[in-house]
């Protein structure tokens, strides 16, 4: 018996009972559609990941001290004269307040404020919209002024423009001096649009904050990154006579985690969304035994007439195959139309299609067909076809 002719009896069968098929189809399509998707969902995250990083730089390093008392702090000049050795090329020290009441006119908001000096804006690789951006000049004076994020912009001046304006940051009053563009959350899911940036020094002493909690370290080269961080292990160790109260995150190796969280995760969903697909096939046996059951006679009249054990074989093999194939291509379409409408339904997520995967789903769904219509076929070939003829 030709191929063809099997595919055109197999989609008779289908024909004539159309809600069985679509019930039976429903768990392969169900799985090749997840498998698509959340593979999708699990790549664009990695993309977005890696955008995030490239925003940032590869070749930064951030050096967190956690210890108390002044055997595990840094003042700002110590953090400093590290800069434009082994490879350093810039250094930001940071100091933090959180959640600090700013003010302007009758509106007041909540904000962090970062003390930091004139190479952060390079670091952080922010632009400046309007005006100019801390200078060496600001610390050495301590001057009283403010570099604000757009949101931060838009709160208090809405359209107007912010420069020269004063803002009260816990008592203390600021002149604004630049705003920044607007650029979004970074890898440590803080943001610059959000951000009031003020000269280290000027904090330090308004707000009665002695240490420096960490720094942005930025190596000359990407090569340069490791030797650099090896330097800054080597220098904390030394001086504080310990490897605890401090750390020193790699931003190559942060990304690196990052992904392979993200990688693990979409993994563990996609084995989940795997097991529908063997259902699937659960459900391709059940139907192909009823199948068999209910067509005991017919197979006894076509193996009384010649029908080889093979051509009854191959004939049931062939309908749950094509059962579980239409599935898997139906669920394929439905896969790669919920991937592409995903960044619409939740427009923080990105999306990132894969066309092998698409194919091993929906090879798999065949596969499945195959493995699971291989006994209900093999059960209806080994029928007798003088017990086939007597059932009833």
Same mark, same amino acid.
Not at 262 to 268: E, G, I, P, R, Y
Not at 290 to 299: D, F, G, H, Q
Not at 351 to 357: E, G, M
């Given at each position: 018996?030709r ?5 055109q009896?197999?989609l008779?069968?289908?024909r004539a009972?159309? &809600?069985?098929?679509? &019930?039976?189809? @429903? ?15 699990g790549q664009g995250?990695?993309?977005?990941i890696?955008? =995030? ?16 008392g ?7 000049d110590?953090?400093?004269?590290l800069?434009?050795?082994a %490879? /350093?090329q ?6 933090s307040?959180? !959640? ?14 970062? %003390? ?6 390079e670091? =952080? ?8 951006f ?6 050495? *004076? ?6 604000? %994020?757009?949101?931060?912009?838009? =709160?208090f *001046? #809405? ?5 020269d304006?004063?803002?009260n ?19 440590? %899911? ?8 003020v000269?280290?020094p000027?904090?330090s002493r ?14 000359a080269s ?7 961080q090896?330097?800054?292990e080597?220098? &904390? ?7 605890? #109260?401090?750390?020193? *995150?790699?931003?190559?190796?942060l ?6 969280a ?5 993994? =563990?969903l ?5 097991? !529908? ?6 459900? /391709?046996?059940? /139907?192909?035994l009823?199948?068999? !059951? ?6 006894g009249?076509?193996?009384?007439? #010649?029908?080889?054990?093979?051509? /009854?074989l191959?004939?049931?093999l062939v309908?749950?195959? &094509?059962?579980? #194939?239409?599935g898997? @291509? ?12 995903w960044?619409?339904?939740?427009? !923080? ?9 698409? @194919?091993y789903?929906?090879?798999f769904s065949?596969?499945v067909?195959?493995i ?11 029928l007798?076809?003088?017990?086939? @003829?007597? *059932?009833d």
């Open positions: 018996m191929a063809w002719e099997l595919i009896m197999a008779a069968t289908i009972n159309p &809600l069985r098929t679509v &019930l039976t189809m @429903l768990g392969v399509i169900i799985g090749v559609s997840s498998v698509i998707t959340l593979v999708a969902i995250t990695s993309k977005a890696e955008k =995030q990083y490239e925003g940032l730089g590869t070749n930064l390093l951030t050096v967190n001290l956690m210890g108390n002044r055997a595990t702090q840094l003042n700002y110590e953090f400093m004269q800069e434009g050795t %490879g /350093i810039s250094i930001a020290p940071t100091m307040k959180n !959640s600090a009441n700013v003010k302007y006119d009758r509106d007041e908001e909540t904000y962090n404020v970062t %003390g930091t000096n004139d190479r952060y804006l670091l =952080q690789k922010g632009e400046m919209a309007s005006g100019r801390l200078a060496q000049a600001d610390l050495d *004076f301590r001057n009283h002024v403010a570099v604000i %994020g757009s949101d931060v912009a838009k =709160q *001046f #809405g359209t107007e423009d912010p420069l304006e004063e803002l940051v816990n008592g203390y009053m600021y002149t604004v001096i630049g705003v920044l563009k607007s650029k979004g959350s970074n890898t440590s %899911g803080t943001s610059l649009d959000s951000a009031v940036l000269p280290l000027t904090m308004d707000f009665k904050l002695g240490s420096i909690r960490s720094a942005y370290v930025e190596a990407g090569e340069q990154v490791s030797r650099v090896t330097v800054l080597a220098y &904390l160790t030394n001086k504080f006579k310990s490897t605890s #109260g401090w750390n020193i *995150f790699n931003s190559s190796e990304i690196s985690t990052r992904q392979s993200s990688s693990s995760l979409t993994n =563990q996609v084995a989940v969304a795997a097991i !529908s697909l063997v259902v699937g096939g659960i459900g /391709i046996m059940n /139907i192909m009823v199948t068999v !059951s209910e067509r005991t006679r017919e197979i009249i076509r193996k009384s007439i #010649g029908a080889k054990r093979r051509n /009854i191959l004939q049931f309908e749950a195959t &094509l059962i579980s #194939g239409m898997g @291509l139906i669920g394929l379409l439905a896969g790669v139309g919920l991937a592409l409408a960044p619409y339904i939740n427009p !923080s997520q990105e999306t990132s299609l894969s066309i092998s995967v698409g @194919l789903a929906f090879l065949a596969l067909g195959v699971f219509g291989l006994y209900p076929a093999n059960k209806a070939s080994k007798k076809p003088i017990d086939a @003829l007597r *059932f």
